[in-house]
């Protein structure tokens, strides 16, 4: 890698798991996020030599447009239901626990895009109703 992309892979050693995450949140298939921090990524590479000072805003920035676009484009494909895994020998709380992040995972696949953006910016990433509707490109109100 040259000097002009000095820092690039330790940015996404340092920063990418948090940024999957963010992507996995911010829609329902584990797939569709993958791609989604790829495409961002590949993004923020073309740009690295311009990006001046902390670099997570653009790519996160990226990620979101990234997503959204997405979303604008893909048709809908009807969910494949899984089976139910057995149960057996596995403790309550586990369980418990495991339900809840599916309860979870199902409410935010019924929000539209943009609203799963909205929780995502504003309760995982703890961003200001100011900085969501910045960062979405809409109104404080909208958000």
């Not at 676009?69 to 048709?75: A, F, K, P, V």
């Not at 057996?88 to 895009?113: F, S």
Request: hydrophobic share 45%; charged share 25%; aromatic share 8%.
């Amino acid at each position: 890698m040259t000097d002009r992309y000095a820092g690039f892979a330790e940015f996404v050693a340092a920063r990418g798991p948090a940024l999957m995450r963010t992507a996995s949140l911010m829609t329902p298939d584990h797939g569709h996020a993958e791609d989604a921090f790829q495409e961002a990524l590949i993004k923020a590479a073309m740009k690295w030599p311009s990006i001046s000072g902390n670099p997570e805003p653009y790519v996160r920035q990226a990620l979101y447009s990234v997503v959204i676009d997405r979303w604008r484009w893909r048709s809908r494909r009807a969910q494949e239901s899984a089976e139910e895994p057995p149960d057996a020998g596995i403790p309550a709380d586990v369980i418990a626990d495991a339900d809840r992040r599916l309860v979870l995972r199902d409410a935010l696949a019924r929000l539209t895009v943009r609203q799963r953006q909205v929780l995502v910016l504003r309760f995982y990433e703890d961003l200001t109703e100011v900085q969501t509707a910045h960062v979405m490109h809409c109104s404080v109100s909208t958000v």
